[in-house]
């Protein structure tokens, strides 16, 4: 345990791994902790994760929790750090519902393991104790890829190997993304699930549809065949090639993943060249795609 102390606990690390620590070794506090913080640290001096990837908590979860709490008190520690900004508090790595939940059975303490970690790793375990544990809706999952891509520079490969997921399931949860917000909050709230959302991808009105699926009850198959229904009297966009092969569509993919923007490649067969078209949404995402291109050619700082 103790070379395993020493190693920076990177990508993968994950929530099964800080619980193993804590089952089979005493908890470990900071150096200058005093004894007492080192099972229990008063609940105002704890803030939750500001990165945190989860946003949304169910009321109905967290008022059992608390009854439980109340009851028996919090079992599991919380796994915290040192606030960065304030070394007399501390801020959470793991555990922020049964923070929340002392809070409300009005406990003064809870017990706690304080872990030396940086940023990245803060973000990466609490992503991936949310997704081991399916806590996190499909928007909250893919802005959590997508934060851990944009600030920390992992890519689709590495997700895909660290979480133990598929290249095409980060790849195609990321393009959730693309969606207008309107859908995307029907996805946080349960109204819609992440199959539904996918199926709206490609539709050109993906809210007008939405509102339909949700107004009729419609399951996942009926929405792939109304989203089709929707587009197939539509004539071909000039772009796009009337047939792709699995590859170009694959690479579509990525890249809308990457820039959280609908690609679309056309790439005529037997051609050496084609066109790649980047359709925004927005104002905003015209100028993060500027600002991406800018920054890719040396042409400007970000």
């Known amino acids: ?3 395993a102390k ?14 193993a620590d804590i089952d089979t070794s005493p908890p470990q506090a900071a150096k200058d902790t005093p004894r007492r913080a080192e099972n229990f640290i008063a609940v105002d001096r704890i803030s939750p994760n500001p990165n ?6 169910s009321e109905a979860a967290l008022g059992e929790l608390t009854a439980s709490v109340r009851e028996k008190g919090v079992i599991q520690p919380l796994i915290l750090r040192r606030n960065p900004a304030d070394p007399a508090r501390f801020e959470i790595v793991a555990g922020e519902r049964r923070w929340r939940a002392a809070q409300r059975a009005q406990l003064h303490e809870v017990p706690a393991i304080v872990r030396e970690l940086d940023d990245i790793e803060v973000l990466e375990l609490a ?3 949310n997704i081991q544990r399916a806590d996190l809706n499909a928007i909250e999952e893919a802005a959590g890829y997508r934060q851990l891509m944009d600030r920390f520079g992992h890519t689709q490969e590495k997700l895909a190997e660290a979480l133990g997921k598929s290249r095409s399931h980060i790849a195609n949860l990321m393009r959730l993304l693309t969606l207008p917000e309107t ?6 709230s349960g109204d819609l699930s992440a199959g539904h959302a996918r199926a709206l991808v490609t539709a050109e009105d993906p809210t007008k549809l939405a509102a339909q699926i949700i107004r009729q009850g419609l399951s996942v198959r009926q929405t ?35 820039l959280g923007m609908k690609v679309v490649i056309a790439h005529p067969p037997g051609a050496e060249g084609g066109v790649l078209t980047v359709k925004y949404k927005d104002l905003d995402q015209l100028d993060e795609l500027c600002r991406r291109l800018s920054v890719t050619t040396g042409a400007g700082k970000v």
């Not at 945190?52 to 908590?57: L, N, V």
């Not at 859908?183 to 946080?188: G, S, T």
């Not at 989203?227 to 792709?244: G, L, N, Y």
Request: charged fraction near 35%.
């Open 224 to 258: 792939e065949a109304l989203a089709k229904k929707t587009d197939a009297p539509k004539s071909p966009k000039i772009h796009e090639s009337p047939v792709k092969d699995t590859d170009t569509r694959a690479l579509e993919n990525d890249l809308a993943a990457a």
């Open 52 to 57: 945190q990837p989860r946003r949304t908590f």
């Open 1 to 3: 345990m103790a070379q």
């Open 183 to 188: 859908v995307m909050e029907y996805v946080r």
């Open 6 to 19: 020493q190693e920076r606990r990177g990508l993968g690390r994950g929530l099964s791994a800080l619980m």
């Open 127 to 129: 992503i991936i104790e």
